[in-house]
């Protein structure tokens, strides 16, 4: 049999199984609930990769999180354009900025000038003494502005560096580029100095006194009523798409969870009685393998490896999940999930967990 066939055939009795994972903002913008609600997307992306072939995320959070991930890559430009947005909030002079954007665009020739190459010197040597003075004095006032924007954002750069490597973004980065995660653009489209902008004018706002006057009543984009009701619209056909979906299976966060909740009981949402065994599939699935105690101690990347090694006890470990999810009562956004998920896992499942925890340990990735 020919290699294509092979392939044919091995696709035709191992279909690929896709997960979407589906959540929502946190309840505040507090660190804390960001790094709760970022860390257990983390969670849940982990899980899915380990089980599932295809792995997509539909998370409005994940998407402001990975441009900030990119804050402290941001060009001198970019910055500008940050402050330059986001300067009415800040009680930033808005003429200093657009100079100072004025200047980055003439900046290379007068860097060029100032290099002290060969080329450079000879270039100079043909100015007027003026017009070399002229070259000194714009590059140091350019160096002097750039030093004070670099100041602004040095604070806010180290603090992305600690929450990237904390919550995991960089991670997420590296598998979004092999292709390994998709993610779901949610809302209008929207450049990562938008977002940046707009969260720095959030951040302003909710410091500001309750009783004193905004310094501006203008809000970004990102931060406007109609661009947010256009972003939670898109989450919720989003969600229903999830539902819906013959090709792949449902992953909701707890917030996600709650809101298909009462989504349904609002008649906002539809579900037939098969799209809740999948979406109980997924969530049981996802229950069990967050308590791996190697779901602590491995990267998104080992996991894959795992995966790709264990390819007979994950198709064993799924058939157990189909079985088992389909004879449970409660669906994953009721209150006795839970428990019928404690019980389930206790009585049928844990063996099965421990036992690919064995084969795992004993392939020696985590040594």
Not at 29 to 46: M, T
Not at 144 to 170: C, V
């Amino acid at each position: 049999m020919g290699k294509k066939s092979r392939l044919k055939r091995e696709r035709r009795e191992n279909p690929t199984f896709k997960i979407t994972i589906g959540a929502t903002i946190p309840g505040s913008e507090s660190d804390g609930d960001i790094h709760r609600n970022v860390a257990h997307q983390s969670r849940l992306i982990k899980a899915a990769l380990l089980y599932a072939d295809e792995v997509t995320l539909c998370s409005p959070t994940i998407a402001v999180m990975l441009a900030y991930s990119k804050l402290p890559q941001f060009s001198i430009q970019q910055k500008i354009e940050v402050l330059s947005l986001a300067a009415p909030s800040l009680a930033y002079d808005g003429n200093i900025l657009a100079q100072m954007l004025q200047m980055q665009e003439l900046g290379a020739r007068f860097d060029f000038l100032t290099s002290n190459t060969i080329s450079a010197r000879q270039a100079m040597s043909r100015l007027s003494q003026s017009d070399r003075a002229a070259v000194f004095a714009f590059k140091a006032e350019k160096d002097r502005l750039t030093q004070g924007i670099e100041s602004q954002f040095h604070d806010m750069s180290a603090n992305a560096r600690i929450h990237t490597k904390e919550w995991g973004l960089d991670a997420l980065q590296d598998l979004i580029g092999k292709g390994k995660v998709r993610v779901i653009n949610l809302g209008p489209p929207i450049s990562d100095v938008e977002i940046i902008a707009s969260t720095v004018q959030s951040a302003v706002r909710s410091q500001q006194d309750l009783y004193t006057e905004p310094a501006s009543s203008v809000s970004l984009r990102m931060n406007e009523d109609d661009y947010k009701k256009t972003l939670f619209g898109d989450l919720m056909n989003q969600f229903q798409a999830m539902i819906n979906s013959p090709t792949e299976y449902p992953l909701f966060d707890y917030e996600a969870a709650h809101l298909v909740e009462v989504g349904l009981r609002e008649g906002v949402f539809e579900s037939t009685a098969l799209q809740n065994e999948r979406v109980k599939h997924t969530a049981l699935t996802a229950n069990f393998l967050e308590r791996l105690p190697l779901f602590d101690e491995a990267s998104a990347s080992e996991l894959l490896s795992i995966r790709s090694a264990l390819k007979g006890p994950l198709v064993r470990f799924r058939q157990a999940m189909m079985k088992y999810s389909s004879e449970m009562e409660a669906n994953p956004w009721s209150a006795d999930f839970q428990l019928e998920a404690d019980r389930v896992f206790h009585s049928e499942i844990e063996p099965i967990v421990l036992s690919l925890e064995e084969e795992i340990r004993s392939n020696n990735y985590l040594l």
